[in-house]
Nanobody, 123 residues
Framework: QVQLVESGGGLVQAGGSLRLSCAAS????????LGWFRQAPGKEREFVAG????????YYADSAKGRFAVSRDNGKNTVFLQMNNLKPEDTANYYC????????????????WGQGTQVTVSS
């Protein structure tokens, strides 16, 4: 089992920044790929960014490229999502998920999820 706990969400004005954290515990977390997803009311959960088990390879949705940065610290079993230049359309509940070795953009491929952290961007 892997337990994931997200934190760092909040209310921010457009153009502002937030740094989300996902603390992992349980099985050998460093062997898992970790992905960030978001879900707005009435919408499906969508991929935002992901990092493979080593931290060497990162992946981004087009909406996140150039504004968001994902990283992980395996020593602290934590993955981060730095979000800059936030826009109102980034408003959603943000979740981190864990799966095998490779990142996937499909939420159905993830075995473990955290409870989410709310991000609200005002215009």
């Amino acid at each position: 089992q892997v337990q994931l706990v997200e934190s760092g969400g909040g209310l921010v004005q457009a153009g502002g920044s937030l740094r989300l954290s996902c603390a992992a515990s349980g099985r050998i977390v460093s062997s898992y790929a970790l992905g960030w997803f978001r879900q707005a009311p009435g919408k499906e959960r969508e991929f935002v960014a992901g990092v493979d088990w080593s931290g060497s390879n990162t992946y981004y949705a087009d909406s996140a490229k150039g504004r968001f940065a994902v990283s992980r610290d395996n020593g602290k079993n934590t993955v981060f999502l730095q979000m800059n230049n936030l826009k109102p359309e980034d408003t959603a509940n943000y979740y981190c998920g864990a799966r095998g070795v490779r990142v996937s953009g499909n939420s159905k491929d993830y075995n473990y999820w955290g409870q989410g952290t709310q991000v609200t961007v005002s215009s």
